[in-house]
């Protein structure tokens, strides 16, 4: 990632790390003023923005380090395992919620129906919704996967606040007060579901995933055009580590070519790859023509 792109992505961290308190203290002051299981529940959640928002901000900071001695690759996953982690306190904060509903609906408690804390909470979900939206943008423009992270789970937490604003109307008027505490659960399995969503996109993240087949396609076809008195490209293998895609294949040139030669036509391939693979590490292997598979990358 660029020095500009990285120091974007980092103050975006502070950003939603800001947001987060700012929303929880809303939610929290919603709770309290209408003392519903529900909104609590909505407020419990808003804890668990604020833990991401940290664990991502450390992560943006720590994946724009330079590789050095020590991680010769870079620091790049470390987004990945913020992902992680981000999924382990979601999961954390569905099993409060599990208590606070099951002793709610056990022993159902009254709430009342405050104007100033719903108008709370509904400031308190614009809020995350505007920032969620923001969060996806930039993180998606940046190559960022804890930013993308951050912005999928306040996005369940809008639709779920949404759900529980709505429900909460439904039981004052129904009298039904179990309905709040049911509401409440309702809110834990659809953050549990988000928190499961992120690990597993994740835990793919650390696996060395491959390019998507169009990035392939066209690190294939920029190959071909571009390694003019080659013979041919084969074993090309590409992984992405957060930002970074590492491309690596073998090059097979005329045996009579000198190194210099080979060497410029690996400078014009490395150099289109660039420009058209944003954050590409290329790794080129030269061989000679009796190496050839006649099954990779036909030179055009």
Same mark, same amino acid.
């Given at each position: 990632?660029a020095?500009?792109?990285?120091?974007?992505v980092?103050?975006?961290? %502070?950003?939603?790390?800001a947001?987060?308190?700012?929303?929880?203290?809303?939610?929290?002051?919603?709770?309290?003023?209408?003392?519903?299981?529900a #909104?609590y529940?909505?407020?419990l959640?808003?804890?668990?923005?604020?833990v991401?928002?940290?664990?991502?901000?450390?992560?943006?900071?720590l994946?724009?380090?330079?590789?050095d001695?020590?991680l010769?690759?870079?620091?790049?996953k470390?987004e %990945?395992?913020? =992902?992680?982690?981000i999924g382990?306190?979601?999961?954390?904060?569905?099993?409060?919620?599990?208590r606070e509903?099951y002793?709610?609906f056990?022993?159902?408690?009254?709430?009342?129906?405050?104007? #100033?804390?719903?108008?709370?909470? *509904?400031?308190?979900t614009?809020?995350?919704?505007?920032w969620? %939206?923001?969060?996806?943008?930039?993180?998606?423009?940046n190559h960022?996967p804890? #930013?993308?992270?951050?912005?999928?789970?306040?996005?369940?937490d809008?639709?779920?606040t949404?759900?529980?604003?709505?429900?909460?109307?439904?039981?004052?008027?129904?009298g039904?007060?179990q309905l709040?505490?049911?509401?409440a659960?309702l809110?834990?399995?659809?953050?549990?579901?988000?928190g499961?969503?992120?690990?597993?996109?994740s835990?793919?993240?650390?696996?060395d995933?491959?390019? @998507?087949?169009?990035?392939?396609?066209?690190?294939?076809d920029?190959i071909?055009?571009?390694?003019d008195?080659?013979?041919?490209?084969?074993?090309?293998?590409?992984?992405?580590a957060g930002k970074?895609?590492?491309?690596e294949?073998?090059?097979?040139?005329?045996? =009579?070519m000198? *190194?210099?030669a080979?060497?410029a036509?690996?400078?014009?391939i490395?150099?289109?790859?660039?420009?058209?693979? @944003?954050? =590409?590490q290329?790794?080129?292997h030269? @061989?000679?023509? @009796?190496k050839?598979?006649?099954?990779?990358i036909?030179?055009?």
């Open positions: 990632m020095k500009g792109s990285s120091d974007i980092v103050r975006v961290a %502070y950003g939603s790390l947001v987060g308190i700012v929303v929880l203290a809303l939610k929290a002051f919603a709770a309290w003023a209408t003392g519903s299981i #909104l529940s909505d407020a959640e808003s804890v668990v923005n604020v991401t928002a940290l664990v991502a901000l450390v992560a943006v900071r994946s724009a380090k330079p590789a001695a020590s010769p690759y870079g620091y790049h470390a %990945y395992f913020s =992902a992680v982690v382990i306190f979601i999961a954390v904060a569905a099993l409060l919620i599990f509903a002793f709610g056990i022993a159902p408690r009254e709430f009342k129906l405050d104007p #100033l804390g719903l108008g709370v909470s *509904v400031l308190a614009a809020l995350n919704a505007g969620a %939206y923001w969060l996806l943008r930039m993180g998606r423009k960022s804890a #930013l993308v992270a951050d912005g999928r789970h306040l996005t369940t809008v639709v779920s949404v759900g529980v604003l709505v429900g909460v109307l439904l039981a004052a008027a129904t039904i007060h709040d505490a049911v509401l659960a809110v834990g399995l659809t953050i549990l579901w988000s499961w969503e992120l690990i597993k996109q835990v793919i993240g650390l696996m995933v491959a390019v @998507e087949p169009k990035v392939l396609g066209k690190i294939r920029i071909s055009a571009n390694a008195g080659a013979i041919e490209a084969h074993d090309i293998r590409t992984r992405q970074m895609i590492f491309v294949f073998h090059l097979v040139v005329p045996g =009579a000198s *190194v210099e080979a060497h036509i690996c400078d014009v490395e150099a289109k790859l660039r420009e058209a693979v @944003e954050n =590409a290329i790794t080129i030269v @061989e000679p023509e @009796e050839a598979k006649h099954s990779g036909v030179v055009v």
